[in-house]
């Protein structure tokens, strides 16, 4: 595995290192860098301190940057956390996921309820001042009482941020075999409704900004980095499965960690997908994922950066959708009502 590893970052900075020389058009100074999309921190702190490096020296890191690095509880402790915002990071966001062992298991996380407290205390100790925690709710068995108790711990640590999602039973996996074979029985929509706007509730009178439709922040604290995705400006991407978008092109790299590193290893882009979105594709895409923030989206900005009306050329589906209290137009944003808020998936389908 640890071979696995090396060549694995050796091609990542490879791969990062050649996007100086116009892999990725104009290098910039960034504003924000995030290590995710897995669990970064199984590496050792000087190969995340590397890639990091790497970053640094082709592009350039803002110094008020927001670095952050996700991490599961049970790959840190307080000398790796130490360590790490020595190298440069600045913001942790740990996958609590529960706060109940019987549910971490069911989930298939590895680590416990009291490695994921540990994990949150000793972010702080290594001099982390802005960590996020993420929770799943709508877990099989979970009642809302159960739910409202995993809230208030979690509101007992005071978190910068805390991301929510709904559990959700995807084809192909343990928890659609088990729902299949009769053995697993998800909760009513009823149930699932009830915990989100029980979430919505206890973290808005706590203080949280409810400002995506998924997560809450302490004032200041919001997500940098995965606001420029909400609001579909351009990010670099680097690594196995990685996208990024950049000048209108959407491009996504070899999933396989492996394959991934033997096709940098042999100068291939290691791309496996790419798309030039043209002007109406981009205006739907810059609705659909702006109407995620409560905000909704800047009805001029949208126009200005992509020269589409958003409201002549949705007008047919923003009436409809109007109509049915769904969205409004305040303040020249276009935004969900919280009923809308409720059934974003049905809003989004009018936009694509």
């Not at 989206?297 to 109509?323: M, W």
Request: charge should be negative.
């Amino acid at each position: 595995m640890e071979s696995v590893f090396a060549d694995y970052v050796r091609a990542l900075i490879a791969e990062i290192r050649r996007s100086a020389d116009g892999g990725h058009g104009e290098p910039l100074l960034l504003d924000t860098v995030y290590f995710g999309g897995g669990t970064p921190t199984v590496l050792p702190v000087s190969d995340l301190s590397g890639i990091l490096n790497a970053v640094r020296q082709s592009s350039g890191i803002a110094p008020d940057a927001e670095v952050t690095i996700e991490a599961n509880p049970g790959t840190v402790d307080l000398p790796k956390l130490a360590e790490l915002r020595e190298a440069g990071f600045n913001r942790l966001s740990l996958g609590v996921q529960s706060l109940d062992d019987d549910f971490l298991q069911s989930i298939g996380r590895a680590h416990t309820r009291q490695q994921a407290l540990d994990a949150y205390e000793a972010a702080h100790q290594a001099g982390f001042d802005n960590v996020g925690i993420d929770l799943i709710f709508a877990l099989p068995g979970q009642s809302l009482a159960h739910w409202e108790h995993t809230l208030e711990t979690a509101l007992a640590l005071s978190p910068k941020h805390i991301s929510l999602y709904e559990l959700s039973i995807e084809e192909g996996t343990r928890f659609a075999q088990l729902c299949a074979d009769g053995k697993l029985q998800p909760l009513d929509e009823e149930t699932q409704l009830a915990m989100y706007e029980l979430a919505i509730a206890k973290l808005t009178e706590a203080g949280y900004e409810h400002y995506e439709v998924s997560n809450f922040a302490m004032p200041g604290f919001r997500s940098r980095h995965n606001t420029v995705y909400w609001l579909n400006h351009s990010y670099y991407g680097f690594g196995a499965g990685a996208t990024s978008y950049v000048a209108g092109i959407r491009a996504r790299r070899i999933a396989d960690p492996r394959v991934y590193a033997a096709a940098i290893e042999s100068g291939s882009d290691a791309m496996e997908f790419s798309e030039t979105l043209d002007d109406r594709a981009r205006l739907g895409e810059t609705i659909v994922q702006g109407l995620r923030m409560t905000e909704g989206v800047e009805i001029q900005r949208v126009e200005r950066e992509t020269g589409l009306d958003p409201l002549r050329e949705y007008a047919s589906q923003i009436a409809e959708l109007k109509a049915r209290g769904l969205i409004e137009i305040a303040d020249g944003r276009l935004r969900v009502t919280h009923a809308g808020l409720l059934l974003l998936n049905d809003v989004s389908r009018e936009f694509v």
